[in-house]
């Protein structure tokens, strides 16, 4: 966050930044704190240096009620027949940035667009927010979520300044987790920092009852990737395909879980570990392709429990 304070305080920011990093590691937060600062104060040091806006402050007010004239949040909308969430972010929700950034600007003279995620973008979303990057007005800024930004358009990401994100260090994150999560065991909070991959959001969705499910389906789909259960896959396909980040959030708890068991099978001096190390590295980028090409959960599921099945008949961990 450092550099995107200096580069704002000093009133020389980007009009576009791709914030980058794994599901739940803080990229929306710090785009709203962005937001608040740049809509509060502009481009200028009048601010914290941490970028921190008081929350009774008009525009901390008006950002939380997502009301905000100057703020504009695009996100997957919901498909009017099925009332469920669209497996793309569309040219349509893209092509509002137009709209957005050339009305009169509002108070502090900025407009901020954020974008949660530019990986769900299709094709022509991509193309639509090229066309916006290569002409940007004044006094605007872009924010672009990504949690795969290798899968975006090479021209997207030379028209952004980057800011990466990395996983919080054990000691950071279990301290972070005392803060949320008070009444928590410390053992409980060593395990979730342990699950969640450095990830804040994934450790508190993991305190969650959703994020303990998907946690233990992953475990599962392990323990028995000798013989899954068919409809127990589909089950989990569904459920995958109707929350946010649900693929990706389980793909970590997934990977993580398979690394761990490798790691202390390897301890114990077990052989013949190479083929879980390969099956390792091809669910990983089985997933991350998954996640650029937006393809359905219910066949990944498929698919990965497919490839787990046939490396546990020559041995299970």
Known sequence: MGRAARALRAGR???????????????????YRIARY????????????DLSVPPDHPASRQVMA???????VLKRAVNPKTGKLMTVLSVDEIRKLADFFGMTSGAGGWRVAIVDTADDMNDNA???????????????????????PGRLLPTIRSRCQRL???????????????TELPETSAADRASLARLSGGSIGAALMLATGDGAALAQEADR?????RDPDLLALLALGEKLFRMRDGLEMFGAFLVESLSDRIRARAHQGAVGLDRWVALLGRIEQGLARASGLHLEPRQVVLTTARDLSRVARGGGL
């Open 221 to 225: 789909l392990i323990d028995h990737a």
């Open 38 to 49: 740049l809509l509060a104060y502009g481009a200028t040091d009048e601010g914290a240096e």
């Open 13 to 31: 920011p980007p009009s576009a930044w791709l914030i980058t990093g794994p599901p739940g590691i803080g990229k929306a937060t710090l785009a």
């Open 66 to 72: 997502q009301s905000h004239p100057g703020l504009l």
């Open 126 to 148: 991509a193309n639509a927010l090229l066309k916006m990057l290569e002409e940007p007005p004044g006094r605007s800024m872009l924010l672009l979520l990504s949690n795969t």
């Open 164 to 178: 990466d994100l990395r996983p919080l260090d054990d000691a950071t994150l279990q301290n972070a987790l005392a």
